[in-house]
C-alpha cells in the first residue's frame, strides 16, 4: 500500500495553447514560454507542410505525417530556442526535465493501460527529495474520457515503477537562440511544388485502396486528428501575428480540418461495428488541397 498518495492540481500549466497542440509538442511549449515568454509556443504553427513518411518498413505500410520522435524534438527545439540533450533514463531528479514515454503506463492521462503511443510530460524535482511533481499540459477528449492540463506530484518510488519499461527517454533542456521561423514563402513554395502535390495525390489513394477498411480509418482517425490540430496552431500563429494575411482564412480552414478529423471518428465507430463508413477521401484531397491555397493567399 503507498500511504502518501499522488497528488494532482489542474492548472493551464503555463497558458499555453493545449488544445491546437499534440502530447509531444504541448510539454515543449511549456518550457520554451517558461524560458523565453509567453506565446513563445505559438512559433511551432508558423510551418505549413505536407511531410509524410511510411508508418513502419512493412511493405504496403500506410504513409503518415507524423515524424519520428527525434525529428519532432529537433525541429521543434529549434523553432522554440531549446538546447535538448538525452540523458539517462535512471535519473529523474535535476529537472526541469522533458520525458517522452508509453502513454499506457502513464496513470494521470486517459491512455493508462489502454493505448499504446508516445506522449510527452515534464519532471520537476520537489522539496522533498523523495517525490517528484509530474507536469503534464496535453488537453484532449478521448474515447476513454479527458486530458487535461495538470501537476502531479509523487513518490519517486511510485514513479519509478510507472515508467519502467515504458520506453522512458530523457532530456535536459537549456535555453537558447531560437531559431527563424518559416517565412510564408517557404510554406507556399513547398505546398505548391509538383512533389507535394504527387505526395497528397499518393497519400490519399494510399488510404482509400487500402485492403483493410478497419485499417485505413483507424489510422486516417489519428491522422485527421494531427493534421487538424497543426493547422489549427498554425491558425493561432496568424491570428498573433499582426504581419499575416489570412489570418482569418487560416482559422476557417482550421475549424474545417477540425470538422472533417470528427467526420473520420464518426466513420471509424461506424467500420467497427461492421458498417461502410461514407466516403472519407474525397473530403480528405479536398482539404490537403486547400493547405496549398492557404499558403497561397498567406504569402500573397
Same mark, same amino acid.
Given at each position: 500500500?503507498?500511504?502518501?498518495?499522488?497528488? +494532482?492540481?489542474p492548472?493551464?500549466?503555463?497558458?499555453? @495553447?493545449?488544445?491546437?497542440?499534440?502530447?509531444?509538442?504541448?510539454?515543449?511549449?511549456?518550457?520554451?514560454?517558461?524560458? @523565453?515568454?509567453?506565446?513563445? @509556443?505559438?512559433?511551432?504553427?508558423?510551418?505549413?507542410?505536407?511531410?509524410?513518411?511510411?508508418?513502419?518498413?512493412?511493405?504496403?505500410?500506410? /504513409?503518415t505525417?507524423?515524424?519520428?520522435?527525434? $525529428?519532432?524534438?529537433?525541429?521543434?527545439?529549434?523553432?522554440?530556442?531549446?538546447?535538448?540533450?538525452?540523458? =539517462?533514463? !535512471?535519473? *529523474?531528479?535535476?529537472?526541469?526535465?522533458? !520525458?517522452?514515454?508509453?502513454?499506457?503506463?502513464?496513470?494521470?492521462?486517459?491512455?493508462?493501460?489502454r493505448?499504446?503511443? $508516445?506522449?510527452s510530460? *515534464?519532471v520537476?524535482?520537489?522539496? =522533498?527529495?523523495?517525490?517528484?511533481?509530474?507536469?503534464?499540459?496535453?488537453?484532449?477528449?478521448?474515447?476513454?474520457?479527458?486530458?487535461?492540463?495538470?501537476?502531479?506530484?509523487?513518490p519517486?518510488?511510485?514513479?519509478?515503477?510507472?515508467?519502467?519499461?515504458?520506453?522512458?527517454?530523457?532530456?535536459?533542456?537549456?535555453?537558447?537562440?531560437?531559431?527563424?521561423?518559416?517565412? /510564408?514563402?517557404?510554406?507556399?513554395?513547398?505546398?505548391?511544388?509538383? $512533389? +507535394?502535390?504527387?505526395?497528397?495525390?499518393?497519400?490519399?489513394?494510399?488510404?482509400?485502396?487500402?485492403?483493410?477498411?478497419?485499417?485505413?480509418?483507424?489510422?486516417?482517425?489519428?491522422?485527421?486528428?494531427?493534421?487538424?490540430?497543426?493547422?489549427? *496552431?498554425?491558425?493561432?500563429?496568424?491570428?498573433?501575428?499582426?504581419?499575416?494575411?489570412?489570418?482569418?482564412?487560416?482559422?476557417?480552414?482550421?475549424?474545417?480540418?477540425?470538422?472533417?478529423?470528427?467526420?473520420?471518428?464518426?466513420?471509424?465507430?461506424?467500420?467497427?461495428?461492421?458498417?461502410?463508413?461514407?466516403?472519407?477521401?474525397?473530403?480528405?484531397?479536398?482539404? *490537403?488541397?486547400?493547405?496549398?491555397?492557404?499558403?497561397?493567399?498567406?504569402?500573397?
Amino acid at each position: 500500500m503507498i500511504e502518501d498518495p499522488t497528488r +494532482t492540481v489542474p492548472r493551464d500549466a503555463g497558458g499555453v @495553447h493545449a488544445s491546437v497542440m499534440d502530447c509531444i509538442q504541448v510539454n515543449l511549449g511549456v518550457l520554451a514560454d517558461r524560458f @523565453h515568454g509567453t506565446d513563445t @509556443h505559438l512559433r511551432l504553427g508558423a510551418p505549413l507542410r505536407f511531410d509524410v513518411r511510411p508508418l513502419d518498413p512493412s511493405p504496403g505500410a500506410l /504513409p503518415t505525417v507524423e515524424p519520428e520522435l527525434d $525529428e519532432r524534438v529537433a525541429s521543434a527545439a529549434r523553432l522554440l530556442g531549446l538546447a535538448t540533450s538525452e540523458r =539517462d533514463a !535512471a535519473d *529523474l531528479t535535476g529537472g526541469p526535465l522533458y !520525458a517522452v514515454a508509453d502513454a499506457y503506463a502513464l496513470p494521470w492521462g486517459p491512455y493508462f493501460e489502454r493505448q499504446h503511443m $508516445e506522449h510527452s510530460f *515534464l519532471v520537476l524535482d520537489e522539496e =522533498d527529495p523523495d517525490r517528484a511533481t509530474v507536469v503534464d499540459a496535453y488537453h484532449n477528449d478521448t474515447e476513454w474520457g479527458p486530458a487535461r492540463p495538470g501537476w502531479h506530484s509523487y513518490p519517486r518510488d511510485e514513479l519509478d515503477a510507472h515508467l519502467a519499461g515504458a520506453g522512458l527517454r530523457l532530456f535536459d533542456v537549456e535555453p537558447c537562440t531560437p531559431g527563424d521561423p518559416p517565412a /510564408p514563402e517557404a510554406n507556399r513554395d513547398h505546398l505548391t511544388a509538383a $512533389e +507535394t502535390d504527387a505526395a497528397r495525390d499518393r497519400y490519399v489513394a494510399a488510404y482509400r485502396e487500402h485492403p483493410d477498411p478497419k485499417a485505413s480509418v483507424e489510422r486516417l482517425t489519428l491522422e485527421t486528428w494531427l493534421l487538424a490540430r497543426d493547422r489549427a *496552431l498554425h491558425a493561432a500563429w496568424q491570428r498573433a501575428d499582426p504581419r499575416a494575411k489570412a489570418a482569418d482564412r487560416a482559422r476557417d480552414h482550421a475549424r474545417a480540418w477540425a470538422g472533417f478529423a470528427e467526420q473520420v471518428y464518426v466513420g471509424l465507430r461506424r467500420v467497427r461495428r461492421d458498417r461502410p463508413a461514407p466516403d472519407l477521401y474525397g473530403p480528405l484531397a479536398d482539404l *490537403l488541397a486547400e493547405d496549398a491555397e492557404l499558403a497561397e493567399r498567406s504569402a500573397a
